[in-house]
């Protein structure tokens, strides 16, 4: 019987590792961080996204999805497109908001988390680098993909968000997921899609 | 005098503030049946999932609340913004309330308190014995009366339920439309003593029904 159990683990092995989550090694770091600095020549990135809320009582998590462009060095809109409307558009220490066509400003100084948010988005879609004073950052891998790992060190950024895991593509190391957290161990994870860097956005996009 | 006069405007501040609620047109209060009030919450492999607009203290907030449905008048709910973030997550019985989560700046308990109360009246099965007399009864629809809630049926269904606290009114929660199953698909609620409303719309492609 124990026979039995050992070759069905052994056989199952396989298709089990590749949601292992390890530390990198050194070398793996350097080559990661490397990669990284490739993509601070992007200028802008245009893409859809999918964002999963999942909560512990929920059989499914609850979906929606949208579209984000962002443009160096410090536009970003980020509009959810299906099952309602409503963009944000950060620039000019400002976020624009279009809810069905009712309109408002907020002045990103009254609201420092989205900030924080809009800024983090931004930088790791850039390959940007991790503020260690902010967050306690361990590097990983899983399967052939990086992932970083972002522990607030801060105590009003723990309020809000236990840990944000940020997944790189294994062929062209973009960031292609985002998982924010919270302290309850609910999570938003967005999933990002046809991703296209350094074209042409029109400047219309962050007009609101 | 001045003794007297003091004395008449505190006794007349005191009867006013301990008044009764008196339902519009209502003549008086009559026992009825035992009926069965808001039935909507009370299948368990049932999960809601509502896009919600929340108007509360001159802000704006949108999202989404989910209702699940635990066991007899046992409920799970909770408000998720728009940008995926928890605002609060509580799970209701008929004895209190069980607090998961709720965002650092809503994790106060006179906040927490009144969340609890909005959200259970609104998924609460109740039994009311007594109704509102109207002096002219074919003109209004029944309205049953439990504690300080009132019912107001129509076509069976509860339609409204408004709620008093003394004298005046405290909460009103209108279920405006329903699917062909009588599910409500849009909901108004309006609490009367805070500058607090909340309107919700089923999403039936992310709810489980």
Redo the contacts between chains.
Sequence with gaps: MNDKLLYLLFFLMPYCGWAQTREMTANEQARFQKSLQQLVEIKTVSADFV?Y?H??????P???TGKLYVKHPDKLSWA?TA??Q?KMVFKDNKIYID?QG?K?TITIGNSKQFEK?STLISSSLRGGKYDEKEFAVSYLKQGNADMVRLIPKLAGAK??IKEIVLLFSPTDKHVEEVK?V???N?Y?RFVIKNRKVNTTIDESIFNL | MNRFLTCSFFLLLFFASCGTYRYPNASGIRESTAQELNNYYIDTTQTFVYRAKLHAFKKDMNGSLMIKTLGRNEHRIALVSDFGQTLFDVSLSPDGYELHYAMHDLNKRRVVREIVHIFRTMTAQRHATSAVMFANQQHYYPVYVLDDCYYVIKERKVERIQQAKGAKEYLAIVYQEWNAEDIPTSIAIEHKKYPITIDLALDVNQSIL
């Design positions: 964002q809320k909560l512990s009582f929920m059989k499914k609850v979906e929606s959810y099952p309602f409503y809810d009712k408002q948010i309020k809000y924010l919270e302290p309850s609910d938003t």
